[in-house]
């Protein structure tokens, strides 16, 4: 699985490390430097095709060395929130821009990844891979049947921002999903792991589970090319003990109003007065309002007290500090490499 | 931290496997049969000291090679959940049966766990360890200070059973847990992992997180010693894909009209028809009448369309048949050991 991963895809080192497409958050800058540091950036394809366009344009010149890629692939991918997307709109920019992979992810029913796939593959001729997140082993089996994904991104509910209401973490999901893969006749097809996975430790338990490679978000939010405000990068480095400063709820959609996600969707941030005040039966249209109110305050609206939404997994407590994505691919895949050849703690049995 | 436990718990092997105190469930032939195999059985101690010595009694005719353990310590645990237990009533029982381990959990507020781990040291004259069960980074740094104990149990959100309502898997919460109790000046106590672990991939993953040894719950609810019915047992068979199929809720204590648990503990069950009847509605009273008419029925209570109560964690999809205890941890281990001497897939990184 390693060699068809460098085969695939020849500017990475292993472990794989790859960036989520973080909507507006996965900036040009923040794709291009982890692809350029061994990993694969994603971009957030967005709903608006000029827009992804001028992402993609402005992306492409921050490549150096795009001239001893293959086929002029751009070594980067882009990832769609396939229910609000539209598919023909889209088309034309994937052509334009050949990217490596595109990531699909929360359709309005599995079904919709058929056509996607079909037409990613038909306009790159075949030079863009289709990589599709799953979070439970029954969407696994059954996008693998409607679209032969080239990679399984398996998200554990750990995961910062959307993800599936009710999941497992990758501690059981992971070998659960390889597993089933395995038995229902597609061994080769390499899994991603997503999810609570912020250092090497992460990584090198994700690779131990069986992952071919992982993803993280959180991590990359408190990178200095992430495109957030800094309130809530400052979040991000503040907030310890994820699992109870952090919960699944589409709290922040509402606030957002953001309407569409299939309803088997949540997302995952740091709790704050919105989520206090709603706990205390405030309702949605005030809580909007007081949301609204505070947008203007900026950085001062994040925190405890704060209304704005602060996507974050539950490894938000393992970040200490706001990096460079390369030095987070790099420190990251140095840690990993450490932990397999320092003998593990494990090899003493 | 190895051969601080190997000192400890002389009769295990490495990695450190221990079965969790499940009430009813842990068996003293379970408890035996776990410690014989080289691991750590547990008993679960209930609320009624005169059965809690029964069981004793009964596991201790289970124990070969008693005369070899050094000062008559039974080379297994109990564990209790605090909040409905006294403490006074339980101590003869400690000074009489003098057990390797005392597993605490779930107190009414943590601060009770003072005066039981000072009890449990002073009957026992230091023999017995106390090990406690915490599921947030702040509640292990609080418990070291009120009550130092001799192991910390990190259960993360897979785990089936009891737990806190709101927490991480071990993904994120093991390896920050271990961070903040080195930072905090315990760096040499004894972490061990829970929640999703069934099998040797998961137990490779603790400890390439950081953990010093695992506990396995649900793996040995489908063991032969388990006392539980068999239809529970067949549920854990058949049942994929925990992350969905699993969800944790207050329901089990409602039905089974278990009052007291802190507000902030719940449990992860397989969800049957009391769980789909609550989501449409139904009330408490007519759940219970329900679930109470249903008890006579036996194993075919438990399924799909059964109401009976069915704990088990998101691991329970890898859990392919009931084994005995001895297969299970040697199996395990046998498992880790290949994973951690042929070289893991990230040893190519």
């Known amino acids: 699985m390693a060699s068809l991963l460098t085969r695939t895809y020849p500017w990475i080192k292993l472990p794989l490390i790859v960036s989520a497409p973080m909507l507006n958050a996965a900036t040009p800058a923040l794709a291009a430097s982890v692809s350029q540091a061994g990993g694969i950036g994603f971009l957030a394809g967005g709903t608006k095709p000029a827009e992804l366009d001028k992402l993609l344009t402005k992306t492409s010149a921050l490549i150096f060395s795009k001239s001893r890629l293959r086929n002029g692939i751009l070594p980067i991918g882009v990832g769609f929130q396939n229910w609000g997307c539209d598919l023909h709109a889209m088309s034309p920019v994937f052509r334009k821009h050949c990217v490596a992979a595109i990531w699909l992810f929360a359709p309005k029913q599995l079904a919709d990844f058929r056509p996607w796939a079909e037409e ?3 306009v790159s001729q ?11 082993v029954s969407e696994a089996l059954e996008v693998m049947k409607l679209a032969r994904p080239n990679v399984i991104v398996v998200q554990g509910t750990d995961a910062g921002g959307h993800g599936l209401r009710q999941s497992a973490s990758i501690i059981s999901l992971l070998p659960e999903t390889k597993d089933a893969l395995e038995a229902a006749g597609y061994p080769h097809v390499p899994v991603l792991a997503a999810g609570g996975i912020v250092e090497s430790r992460g990584v090198a338990a994700a690779l131990t589970l069986g992952a071919d490679g992982v993803v993280m978000g959180t991590r990359f939010l408190a990178s200095k090319e992430a495109g957030i405000p800094k309130g809530w990068q400052n979040e991000l480095i503040r907030v310890k003990d994820g ?16 309407v569409g996600w299939p309803e088997h ?6 709790t704050n ?12 249209a005030e809580n909007v309002r007081l949301y609204k109110a505070e947008l203007k305050l900026g950085d001062e609206a994040f925190g405890n007290h704060g209304r704005m939404v602060t996507y974050a997994g539950t490894g938000v407590g393992l970040i200490k500090e706001a990096k460079s994505a390369a030095e987070i691919v790099d420190e990251t895949s140095f840690g990993t490499r450490l932990i397999a050849r320092k003998s593990p703690s494990y090899a003493q049995v």
């Open 120 to 122: 990613i593959r038909s």
């Open 273 to 284: 007065k919105g989520h206090l005040d709603e706990e205390a039966g405030l309702s949605d």
């Open 265 to 270: 969707y949540d997302g995952r941030a740091i």
């Open 243 to 258: 699992g109870t400063t952090t919960k699944r709820s589409t709290l922040c959609d509402r606030l957002k109003e953001t």
């Open 126 to 136: 075949g030079r863009t891979q289709v990589w599709i997140q799953v979070g439970t």
